[in-house]
Antibody, heavy 120, light 106 residues
Framework: EVQLVQSGAEVKKPGESLKISCKGS????????IAWVRQMPGKGLEWIGI????????RYSPSFQGQVTISADKSITTAFLQWSSLKASDTATYYC?????????????WGQGSLVIVSS | SYELTQPPSVSVSPGQTARITCFGD??????VFWYQQKPGQSPVVVIH???ERPSGVPERISGSNFGNTATLTISGTQALDEADYYC?????????FGGGTKLTVL
C-alpha cells in the first residue's frame, strides 16, 4: 500500500528556518515525481513544485521559485520542503502528493498534511 | 500564467444534481482533473482525464470538458458529497488548481 507520511505541525517565528518532510512507503517511491501543495487557512490549493527523488530533478511554480527549496533523499525515500527565512504569510498546511507515472499526470496519493504556523 | 476559475459555492438539495464548473482559456484542449476535499482531510481525486473515475468513486460523479469549461456533475447528491471541489490542469510543466468550490447539500 502506498503511503506518504508527513512530519508534524510546526510553530516558528518569522525569520526562522524550517524543513518539513514526506516519507514514502510502498514500491518505487524513487521512481515517482513528488509534488508539494500549499493550502493557506480557509483557502484553496496551490502547487509549489515537484521533485523526482531518483535523480533530484526539480521544477518550481513561478510563484514559489526562490521562496522555498524542494529536495529529496532517495536512500530514505523522503522528500523535503524547506524555508531559509519564514514569513507570517507562510502559515499554511503543506501537502506532499505523488504524481502518476504515466500521462496524463495527476496526483493519486496525498500525505496527511503538515501545518506550519509562523507567528511572533 | 494560466488561470482556472470556479464559482466559490454551489448549493443543492439532497437527491438533486449538482454541477460545478471550471473555466479556463481553451480548457477543452487540456485534460482536467477534479479533487474532493472534506474538512480536515487531504484532497482525493474523483475524476481524471476529464471523465474517468478512479475505482471506488461512485458512478453518480461524472465529468466533462468542452470549449472553455469543464464540469463536474454529481447526480443524486447526498450529504456525504458536501465538500470542497478543485479542478486542476497543466500549464506546461506547472500544475494549476482552480480556486475551489464549496458544495453545500441543503
Amino acid at each position: 500500500e502506498v503511503q506518504l507520511v508527513q512530519s508534524g505541525a510546526e510553530v516558528k517565528k518569522p525569520g526562522e528556518s524550517l524543513k518539513i518532510s514526506c516519507k514514502g512507503s510502498g514500491n518505487n517511491f524513487n521512481n515517482y515525481w513528488i509534488a508539494w501543495v500549499r493550502q493557506m487557512p480557509g483557502k484553496g490549493l496551490e502547487w509549489i513544485g515537484i521533485i523526482y527523488p531518483g535523480d533530484s530533478e526539480t521544477r518550481y511554480s513561478p510563484s514559489f521559485q526562490g521562496q522555498v527549496t524542494i529536495s529529496a533523499d532517495k536512500s530514505i525515500t523522503t522528500a523535503f520542503l524547506q524555508w531559509s527565512s519564514l514569513k507570517a504569510s507562510d502559515t499554511a498546511t503543506y501537502y506532499c502528493t505523488r504524481q502518476t507515472r504515466t500521462a496524463p499526470y495527476y496526483f493519486d496519493y496525498w500525505g496527511q498534511g503538515s501545518l506550519v504556523i509562523v507567528s511572533s | 500564467s494560466y488561470e482556472l476559475t470556479q464559482p466559490p459555492s454551489v448549493s443543492v438539495s439532497p437527491g438533486q444534481t449538482a454541477r460545478i464548473t471550471c473555466f479556463g482559456d481553451k480548457l477543452g484542449n487540456k485534460y482536467v482533473f477534479w479533487y474532493q476535499q472534506k474538512p480536515g482531510q487531504s484532497p482525493v481525486v474523483v475524476i481524471h482525464e476529464d471523465t474517468e473515475r478512479p475505482s471506488g468513486v461512485p458512478e453518480r460523479i461524472s465529468g466533462s470538458n468542452f470549449g472553455n469549461t469543464a464540469t463536474l456533475t454529481i447526480s443524486g447528491t447526498q450529504a456525504l458529497d458536501e465538500a470542497d471541489y478543485y479542478c486542476q490542469a497543466w500549464d506546461g510543466n506547472t500544475a494549476v488548481f482552480g480556486g475551489g468550490t464549496k458544495l453545500t447539500v441543503l
